[in-house]
């Protein structure tokens, strides 16, 4: 009982044999519904996190989030998602249409696409891709030409102008978080991501924190989630690219953000948090599938907790924190960390020194730029004001003034 | 760590490793310094360059063995070598030459992309493989296109790089087109490689000659060889006249480089085919360039055919097929480089006082600045082949070659060029020495780095025409690594 | 094999079909949406012949990035509907010929081959791998590689000279 999944997938393989289906047919068979069960596991986790989330903003906020459906409002989430299914469809004048309607789905597929790739628990993995990595990257294009084509396709100038932020936005973070990406691959010599969490000992977290943080910031901004939320600043653009859409087409870009930081989260445990590795994990792989969920949402928290407290920055600071900051900082420690581990590899050092000196070396570089920072950045000056008292006899009468 | 990379291979490319150091300099020094000092990054670039070619002299010489380096990328051999030096002479006076020009010569931007363009020269000159050829041409066009459209605020500067750009992208999509199609059926991208598989008769002729006639729009395009030739007068009338000098020197020997290289290794055993097509285009463009110059008024556009009369005739030196025509081609390159940038300094020299480049500016131009005229004297002699000049000894050179092949109309059609190209290039020197005008008075200034180019260029047209042999020995040598 | 054929098959005419849409169709983003369809099958293609990397970068690069510039610039420009083409009279007809004979070209090509189709070999472990590309990228074609990057670089400058206003004393 230590691995169900994959017991029940072969329980159904020899049931399909069973039935005459040859080889190759129930592979293909086995691989859909493997499919569709990861989808749905995802669409429904969305539910859950729409609550979660709520609730999460609640307490921040000093406030009690949903309440009345259910138990703790848990089932607000499922009143809502019947409302959204019940509204109306409109399409504005002039919309190209079919573009229009392909947009939404787009923007979930995008996010779905990347769980192809994610190792669940050592034996459940949906394909093994020797370049996972950068299957990461080419399928996040799509969500990112979603926006672009729901924007285009609205004939809506708050659209267009969430879509030109989006790609401002999206193709800028890109850079700092390709790179990012890359020092997980250097420690664990290949892009696949099952290879990269089983090299994981220890976690790519104290190997790199510099890479973590740098993913997970450049992920928040891919994800268009506070404070990077530009392309739908509700008080410049009212909604940005999704604006003229309803009910579930709405819905579904809704969905497709929730799923997207969800991802994220899944991605920083799989890159930098150890995957599904924890103790006895190996022996028993639902343990790891657990490991990883928590992970996972230790991910997800951090990207909401962000959201919740800082405020939304303006573009140009957003362009100028990517191109004038991460990305130099990103390169320098793609450098630094590149030369490091030739080095060390030449000198075979033992496991424990390499993650040492990659550690300390990511704490220098820390310290460096924040000393750099403080050099270099003007700080708006504070106005002086000089103390008064709040009260103050009437200037014309000179008697009262002391003579001195 | 480095284990794969050996001294020789270092050698093989240390001008461009020279090169991109230079770069780095003018980088710094243009973030550096203020406005009133950038003018100085001229003397670095021309001095740099100088640098490197003397440190290439003394180290970077080819062995006898001529091997493959870099993964078989490059070729170091005389071939290659000799026409390196000859690239970065031609950028030494180029950036000699841009010194002074008003909103060039303070631009560290300008210098940079000059030594780009130089870098990805040197590369095409001993590249050996279909993809070290094509990055090292498209990384030579590239900077050249931008500095073609430097005057963005001029119309007819944006016009000549935008021109230039598209002429140039279609021209480079086609000859990457034939590269691929010739990498498909010969399945290797190595020069000497495809030349055994054609030899081996492991290519349809037909796809043979397909893909030599896409590849052959390429290189057209960069000797602007007829019927490549359409960008030529537009693009050297419209941008600044230190880079249509350049553009016309040494890119144009860079194709010459590649055109030679490709065509006598790669194609050498299918050379029947190939030399007939040649000696059409050579004609055409013999005869068309030398016709339209007829007709110019403007002394750009003048030079601007002229240029494409001249690669005509050192195409005449590669129908040949000899080792003869080779040495030919090569050392009419070599006089034509020096001969060309002195042509386009003087009109930069010009120019800038007059403001204008149409050839009733040079009216009197003897009397204004006796010296300019007798340096224009001396290179458009050399451009009509007259003795005792460069242009003269080359000239007989291919013609020679042309005879000795037995390729008598082609000689016959290089003459009868020469004589209509005499009438256009004394008709410019009619307005320099016999013509007067009003401002005779006005004298044109030959500022220090003018003065230096003109000098050495104009010496050494006299000593290519005047001392011979060393020139011939060299352009031998590199021709001797093709037979 | 069967299905292997079947796949190649149904993604070859996705493939035609996707690039005859971004000839013909009228409007720009259409276009553009077709190639980006037209890139992704060809990025199946690499990945049925075993080059996963290949088939990433080119859906990365050519869906990704430049795909998204092209729908950007397009709606920047607001170029979306394309006007009536002013084609030069006979370039419709020299269109056709040429396509003609590329087309009898390429059937000459595939029919009267001289060399015989060699069988597929079986290809080596980690064949188009990111190892192995960066193997042959960093050793045989090391030259190459770091051309492109001052080819990069070049194309940088020149962005920044051709559009970089320059503040001249009269317009401030």
């Given at each position: 009982m230590s691995d169900p999944i994959n017991l029940i997938a072969n329980w159904l393989q020899g049931l399909l044999l069973g039935l005459g289906l040859s080889v190759g047919l129930t592979k293909i068979i086995l691989s859909f519904v493997g499919a569709v069960v990861v989808a749905t596991i995802g669409m429904l986790t969305v539910i859950f996190l729409i609550w979660l989330e709520r609730k999460i903003a609640g307490r921040i906020q000093d406030r009690l989030g949903p309440n009345r459906a259910g138990p703790y409002g848990l089932l607000q989430p499922f009143a809502d998602v019947i409302k959204i299914l019940t509204k109306e469809y409109t399409t504005p004048d002039g919309a190209d249409v079919v573009v229009y309607n392909i947009a939404p789905i787009m923007a979930v597929a995008s996010v779905l696409l990347i769980w192809a790739v994610i190792p669940f628990a050592s034996t459940v993995v949906g394909t093994n891709l020797n370049v996972g990595v950068l299957y990461i990257m080419a399928v996040g294009a799509f969500g990112l030409l979603s926006i672009l084509m729901a924007g285009l396709s609205s004939n809506n100038k708050f659209a267009l102008l969430g879509a030109f932020r989006s790609v401002a936005q999206l193709i800028s973070y890109e850079i700092p978080m390709v790179v990012s990406l890359l020092m997980p691959v250097i420690f664990a010599r290949s892009m696949g991501l099952v290879d990269i969490v089983e090299a994981q000992m220890p976690w790519f977290i104290i190997l790199s924190p510099l890479a973590a943080l740098i993913f997970i910031i450049a992920s928040m901004a891919e994800v268009n989630r506070a404070?990077?939320?530009?392309?739908?600043?509700?008080?410049?653009?009212?909604?940005?690219?999704?604006?003229?859409?309803?009910?579930?087409?709405?819905?579904?870009?809704?969905?497709?953000?929730?799923?997207?930081?969800?991802?994220?989260?899944?991605?920083?445990?799989?890159?930098?948090?150890?995957?599904?590795?924890?103790?006895?994990?190996?022996?028993?792989?639902?343990?790891?599938?657990?490991?990883?969920?928590?992970?996972?949402?230790?991910?997800?928290?951090?990207?909401?907790?962000?959201?919740?407290?800082?405020?939304?920055?303006?573009?140009?600071?957003?362009?100028?924190?990517?191109?004038?900051?991460?990305?130099?900082?990103?390169?320098?420690?793609?450098?630094?960390?590149?030369?490091?581990?030739?080095?060390?590899?030449?000198?075979?050092?033992?496991?424990?020194?390499?993650?040492?000196?990659?550690?300390?070396?990511?704490?220098?570089?820390?310290?460096?730029?924040?000393?750099?920072?403080?050099k270099t950045t003007s700080k708006p000056k504070r106005k002086e004001f000089p103390m008064r008292p709040v009260a103050m006899a009437p200037e014309t009468s000179t008697s009262t003034e002391p003579s001195s | 760590?480095?284990?794969?990379?050996?001294?020789?291979?270092?050698?093989?490319?240390?001008?461009?490793?020279?090169?991109?150091?230079?770069?780095?300099?003018?980088?710094?020094?243009?973030?550096?310094?203020?406005?009133?000092?950038?003018?100085?990054?001229?003397?670095?670039?021309?001095?740099?360059?100088?640098?490197?070619?003397?440190?290439?002299?003394?180290?970077?010489?080819?062995?006898?063995?001529?091997?493959?380096?870099?993964?078989?990328?490059?070729?170091?051999?005389?071939?290659?070598?000799?026409?390196?030096?000859?690239?970065?002479?031609?950028?030494?006076?180029?950036?000699?030459?841009?010194?002074?020009?008003?909103?060039?010569?303070?631009?560290?931007?300008?210098?940079?992309?000059?030594?780009?363009?130089?870098?990805?020269?040197?590369?095409?000159?001993?590249?050996?493989?279909?993809?070290?050829?094509?990055?090292?041409?498209?990384?030579?066009?590239?900077?050249?296109?931008?500095?073609?459209?430097?005057?963005?605020?001029?119309?007819?500067?944006?016009?000549?790089?935008?021109?230039?750009?598209?002429?140039?992208?279609?021209?480079?999509?086609?000859?990457?087109?034939?590269?691929?199609?010739?990498?498909?059926?010969?399945?290797?991208?190595?020069?000497?490689?495809?030349?055994?598989?054609?030899?081996?008769?492991?290519?349809?002729?037909?796809?043979?000659?397909?893909?030599?006639?896409?590849?052959?729009?390429?290189?057209?395009?960069?000797?602007?060889?007829?019927?490549?030739?359409?960008?030529?007068?537009?693009?050297?009338?419209?941008?600044?006249?230190?880079?249509?000098?350049?553009?016309?020197?040494?890119?144009?020997?860079?194709?010459?480089?590649?055109?030679?290289?490709?065509?006598?290794?790669?194609?050498?055993?299918?050379?029947?085919?190939?030399?007939?097509?040649?000696?059409?285009?050579?004609?055409?463009?013999?005869?068309?360039?030398?016709?339209?110059?007829?007709?110019?008024?403007?002394?750009?556009?003048?030079?601007?055919?002229?240029?494409?009369?001249?690669?005509?005739?050192?195409?005449i030196g590669v129908v040949a097929i000899s080792e003869l025509g080779i040495t030919g081609s090569i050392f009419y390159i070599i006089v034509y480089l020096i001969t060309n940038l002195a042509a386009f300094g003087i009109v930069s020299v010009v120019g800038r006082i007059t403001g204008s480049d149409e050839i009733s500016a040079y009216d009197g131009l003897s009397r204004r600045s006796p010296w300019l005229g007798l340096a224009m004297l001396v290179v458009f002699l050399s451009l009509a082949g007259m003795p005792p000049f460069g242009g003269f000894i080359v000239k007989v050179l291919v013609l020679a070659s042309a005879v000795k092949a037995k390729l008598f109309w082609l000689a016959f059609v290089g003459i009868l060029n020469s004589i209509i190209g005499l009438y256009y290039y004394l008709i410019v020197l009619k307005h320099v020495y016999l013509y007067r005008s009003e401002n005779e008075q006005v004298e044109i200034p030959v500022t220090r780095p003018y003065a230096i180019g003109l000098i050495v260029l104009t010496i050494g047209i006299i000593l290519l025409g005047v001392v011979i042999s060393p020139w011939f020995n060299v352009s031998t040598i590199a021709a001797k690594v093709l037979f | 094999m069967t299905t292997e054929l079947i796949l190649f098959f149904s993604l070859a005419l996705i493939a035609i079909i996707t690039g005859l849409g971004l000839l013909i169709s009228k409007n720009a983003i259409y276009a553009a949406l077709y190639l980006v369809l037209n890139f992704f099958t060809i990025a199946i293609f690499y990945l049925l012949l075993g080059g996963a990397f290949i088939a990433m970068a080119q859906v990365s690069v050519y869906a990704g990035a430049i795909m998204v510039l092209f729908l950007f610039v397009i709606m920047i420009l607001g170029a979306e509907k394309l006007g009536k083409s002013n084609t030069v009279a006979w370039q419709r007809p020299v269109a056709i010929i040429l396509s003609i004979i590329l087309l009898i070209e390429a059937g000459y090509v595939l029919f009267w081959r001289t060399a015989p189709v060699q069988a597929a070999q079986t290809l080596p472990d980690g064949f188009g791998g990111p190892a192995s590309i960066g193997n042959v990228l960093l050793n045989n074609y090391l030259l190459p590689f770091e051309i492109t990057s001052v080819l990069l670089l070049v194309a940088m400058i020149g962005a920044i000279v051709l559009t970089h206003k320059q503040k001249t004393d009269k317009e401030v």
């Amino acid at each position: 009982m230590s691995d169900p999944i994959n017991l029940i997938a072969n329980w159904l393989q020899g049931l399909l044999l069973g039935l005459g289906l040859s080889v190759g047919l129930t592979k293909i068979i086995l691989s859909f519904v493997g499919a569709v069960v990861v989808a749905t596991i995802g669409m429904l986790t969305v539910i859950f996190l729409i609550w979660l989330e709520r609730k999460i903003a609640g307490r921040i906020q000093d406030r009690l989030g949903p309440n009345r459906a259910g138990p703790y409002g848990l089932l607000q989430p499922f009143a809502d998602v019947i409302k959204i299914l019940t509204k109306e469809y409109t399409t504005p004048d002039g919309a190209d249409v079919v573009v229009y309607n392909i947009a939404p789905i787009m923007a979930v597929a995008s996010v779905l696409l990347i769980w192809a790739v994610i190792p669940f628990a050592s034996t459940v993995v949906g394909t093994n891709l020797n370049v996972g990595v950068l299957y990461i990257m080419a399928v996040g294009a799509f969500g990112l030409l979603s926006i672009l084509m729901a924007g285009l396709s609205s004939n809506n100038k708050f659209a267009l102008l969430g879509a030109f932020r989006s790609v401002a936005q999206l193709i800028s973070y890109e850079i700092p978080m390709v790179v990012s990406l890359l020092m997980p691959v250097i420690f664990a010599r290949s892009m696949g991501l099952v290879d990269i969490v089983e090299a994981q000992m220890p976690w790519f977290i104290i190997l790199s924190p510099l890479a973590a943080l740098i993913f997970i910031i450049a992920s928040m901004a891919e994800v268009n989630r506070a404070p990077f939320d530009l392309m739908e600043a509700e008080s410049e653009i009212v909604a940005g690219f999704h604006i003229e859409y309803s009910g579930m087409k709405f819905g579904m870009f809704y969905v497709g953000e929730f799923l997207h930081v969800f991802t994220v989260g899944a991605l920083v445990a799989t890159l930098f948090l150890g995957g599904w590795r924890g103790p006895w994990a190996e022996q028993y792989p639902i343990l790891g599938l657990i490991y990883f969920y928590i992970k996972t949402f230790v991910g997800y928290f951090i990207v909401a907790w962000v959201r919740l407290t800082v405020p939304r920055i303006r573009i140009d600071q957003m362009l100028d924190f990517n191109w004038k900051f991460l990305t130099p900082l990103s390169l320098v420690l793609l450098i630094i960390t590149a030369v490091l581990d030739r080095v060390l590899v030449l000198v075979n050092s033992e496991r424990w020194v390499y993650s040492l000196v990659m550690f300390l070396a990511n704490i220098l570089i820390i310290w460096a730029t924040v000393e750099v920072l403080k050099k270099t950045t003007s700080k708006p000056k504070r106005k002086e004001f000089p103390m008064r008292p709040v009260a103050m006899a009437p200037e014309t009468s000179t008697s009262t003034e002391p003579s001195s | 760590m480095f284990g794969s990379i050996n001294t020789s291979m270092i050698l093989a490319i240390l001008p461009e490793i020279m090169l991109f150091i230079l770069a780095g300099f003018v980088f710094v020094f243009d973030l550096v310094w203020d406005d009133s000092q950038r003018r100085n990054l001229g003397w670095i670039s021309a001095g740099g360059f100088s640098l490197i070619i003397m440190i290439s002299l003394m180290l970077g010489t080819p062995g006898s063995d001529s091997g493959l380096v870099w993964g078989g990328m490059l070729r170091h051999d005389w071939l290659g070598f000799a026409f390196k030096m000859l690239f970065l002479f031609g950028a030494t006076i180029t950036a000699l030459f841009a010194m002074d020009v008003e909103d060039l010569g303070k631009k560290g931007e300008f210098y940079l992309l000059l030594i780009f363009s130089t870098l990805g020269m040197t590369l095409m000159a001993s590249s050996s493989n279909l993809i070290m050829l094509y990055l090292s041409i498209e990384a030579t066009s590239l900077p050249l296109y931008i500095l073609a459209g430097f005057f963005k605020d001029d119309d007819k500067s944006t016009e000549a790089g935008f021109k230039y750009f598209l002429f140039g992208a279609m021209a480079s999509a086609i000859m990457l087109y034939g590269f691929s199609l010739l990498y498909g059926f010969s399945g290797t991208t190595d020069l000497d490689a495809i030349a055994g598989v054609i030899k081996a008769g492991g290519m349809n002729p037909v796809l043979l000659v397909g893909t030599l006639l896409m590849i052959l729009v390429g290189f057209g395009f960069k000797i602007s060889a007829v019927p490549f030739h359409f960008w030529a007068p537009d693009v050297y009338e419209g941008a600044p006249t230190v880079v249509a000098g350049f553009l016309s020197t040494a890119s144009k020997a860079a194709g010459f480089t590649v055109l030679i290289r490709v065509l006598l290794t790669s194609y050498a055993p299918a050379s029947d085919t190939w030399m007939m097509v040649l000696a059409i285009i050579s004609t055409l463009t013999m005869t068309l360039g030398n016709t339209l110059a007829l007709a110019q008024k403007n002394i750009k556009r003048l030079l601007a055919y002229s240029s494409i009369a001249h690669a005509g005739y050192i195409l005449i030196g590669v129908v040949a097929i000899s080792e003869l025509g080779i040495t030919g081609s090569i050392f009419y390159i070599i006089v034509y480089l020096i001969t060309n940038l002195a042509a386009f300094g003087i009109v930069s020299v010009v120019g800038r006082i007059t403001g204008s480049d149409e050839i009733s500016a040079y009216d009197g131009l003897s009397r204004r600045s006796p010296w300019l005229g007798l340096a224009m004297l001396v290179v458009f002699l050399s451009l009509a082949g007259m003795p005792p000049f460069g242009g003269f000894i080359v000239k007989v050179l291919v013609l020679a070659s042309a005879v000795k092949a037995k390729l008598f109309w082609l000689a016959f059609v290089g003459i009868l060029n020469s004589i209509i190209g005499l009438y256009y290039y004394l008709i410019v020197l009619k307005h320099v020495y016999l013509y007067r005008s009003e401002n005779e008075q006005v004298e044109i200034p030959v500022t220090r780095p003018y003065a230096i180019g003109l000098i050495v260029l104009t010496i050494g047209i006299i000593l290519l025409g005047v001392v011979i042999s060393p020139w011939f020995n060299v352009s031998t040598i590199a021709a001797k690594v093709l037979f | 094999m069967t299905t292997e054929l079947i796949l190649f098959f149904s993604l070859a005419l996705i493939a035609i079909i996707t690039g005859l849409g971004l000839l013909i169709s009228k409007n720009a983003i259409y276009a553009a949406l077709y190639l980006v369809l037209n890139f992704f099958t060809i990025a199946i293609f690499y990945l049925l012949l075993g080059g996963a990397f290949i088939a990433m970068a080119q859906v990365s690069v050519y869906a990704g990035a430049i795909m998204v510039l092209f729908l950007f610039v397009i709606m920047i420009l607001g170029a979306e509907k394309l006007g009536k083409s002013n084609t030069v009279a006979w370039q419709r007809p020299v269109a056709i010929i040429l396509s003609i004979i590329l087309l009898i070209e390429a059937g000459y090509v595939l029919f009267w081959r001289t060399a015989p189709v060699q069988a597929a070999q079986t290809l080596p472990d980690g064949f188009g791998g990111p190892a192995s590309i960066g193997n042959v990228l960093l050793n045989n074609y090391l030259l190459p590689f770091e051309i492109t990057s001052v080819l990069l670089l070049v194309a940088m400058i020149g962005a920044i000279v051709l559009t970089h206003k320059q503040k001249t004393d009269k317009e401030v």
